[in-house]
């Protein structure tokens, strides 16, 4: 059969027949998944984001294309070199987020973390808690999804823009000095200002608290929430949210209570002063000692990633943890970060996403 040539205005089932159902926006696909795989039958990232993106998708086949991804071993070719001499060439199993050779790269760079040393800022047995201060909150940064689309959210609103031009009269321009020549008139995608996203979010957050309480080391890790019934009602799955861990060089909070949850909770005022610099709902946690929440993050990474059999961690099951983990690989979303003194030389793991970004 040969269809004719289509002209503007040609609507796509006129060729392909139904292309709006789900898993059949392509009719000469045998396998809904063959939409995700390249021409030796590999999931490309690329591909899953344009089948996502354009609706074809929903979160399940998100998690079934984000499974076969991670599941599928990957090797590369690289090069050991000995002071500019090639040694030898070895295949290597290439890290995936979630897979095993991942886990274990993130297991070394967390390493860092008890190096931190330990600090006891109160005794969480202690039945009194008059005068207990600490340096140290867990802090969850919520959303509310009625004010951005999902993709919104994660990636944000993106401007063009072009590289050492400091005005917007093209007829003349005026050129920065520190722009180096070679580069001055490209073109570079970047985030609008006052972006919703929650990489910009976040940002403007931690610039206001650092700006209130001094200096702040920031451990922080983004997050989606999970799926919820079909109820008609507005839910945020799949939305990101912030959890992070921050510690006060510069400030002590007061203790005030333990809530029935069994949670460390400082006092009304100082809540409300952090919470008023986010515009979602924000949950903060008193930490009594620096090795506590390290190793929770440390077990909840882990965890994150795909390791089984990590017990006791609160708050995540593994199919909780493996939609964050599908929602930051299709978003490209670096998944956690350090900063402020001292941590941020040592550590900024994730992933910088380029061409060969299908293997993080
Ligand atoms: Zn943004
Ligand atoms: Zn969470």
Redesign the pocket.
């Known amino acids: 059969m040969s269809s004719p040539y289509p002209t503007p205005g040609t609507m796509l089932s006129e060729i392909y027949g139904d292309t709006t159902g789900r898993h059949r926006f392509d009719p000469y696909l045998a396998d809904w998944s063959d939409s995700l795989k390249d021409d030796r039958g590999r999931v490309r990232l690329h591909k899953a984001r344009c089948s996502f993106l354009q609706g074809s998708f929903d979160f399940g086949d998100l998690k079934k294309a984000y499974q076969m991804w991670v599941g599928l071993p990957e090797f590369g070719k690289i090069n050991v070199y000995q002071n500019g001499v090639l040694l030898e060439t070895i295949i290597s199993k290439l890290p995936k987020r979630g897979n095993d050779i991942y886990r274990w790269k993130l297991k070394k760079r967390l390493s860092f973390l008890e190096s931190l040393g330990d600090s006891h800022f109160f005794n969480p047995k202690d039945r009194n808690l008059h005068g207990a201060k600490t340096q140290m909150l867990f802090i969850t940064l919520t959303w509310d999804p009625t004010t951005c689309d999902l993709e919104t959210a994660w ?4 401007v063009d823009k072009i590289k050492g031009l400091l005005n917007s009269d093209p007829y003349n321009p005026i050129i920065s000095k520190r722009c180096k020549p070679e580069n001055v008139g490209d073109h570079y995608l970047a ?2 200002r006052g ?7 976040w ?1 403007r957050w931690v610039s206001a608290m650092r700006k209130n309480y001094g200096k702040i080391k920031v451990f922080r890790n983004f997050e989606a929430f999970g799926e919820s019934p079909d109820d008609n009602k507005v839910h945020a799955d799949g939305y990101p949210h912030v959890h992070a861990v921050l510690l006060f060089e510069d400030y002590e909070f007061p203790v005030s209570l333990r809530d029935r949850h069994k949670h460390f909770r400082i006092s009304r005022g100082e809540k409300d002063k952090i919470s008023n610099l986010w515009d979602f709902h924000v949950d903060i946690e008193a930490c009594y000692s620096v090795q506590g929440a390290m190793g929770y993050i440390k077990k909840y990474l882990l965890k994150t990633y795909g390791k089984p059999n990590v017990e006791n961690v609160p708050r995540i099951t593994s199919d909780k943890a493996e939609f964050t983990t599908s929602l930051l690989w299709l978003f490209r979303k670096q998944s956690f970060a350090v900063s402020g003194g001292g941590w941020s030389d040592l550590i900024t793991y994730g992933v910088t996403q380029t061409d060969i970004s299908d293997f993080c």
């Open positions: 990636s944000g609103r993106k985030h609008a972006c919703p996203c929650v990489s910009c979010r940002n």
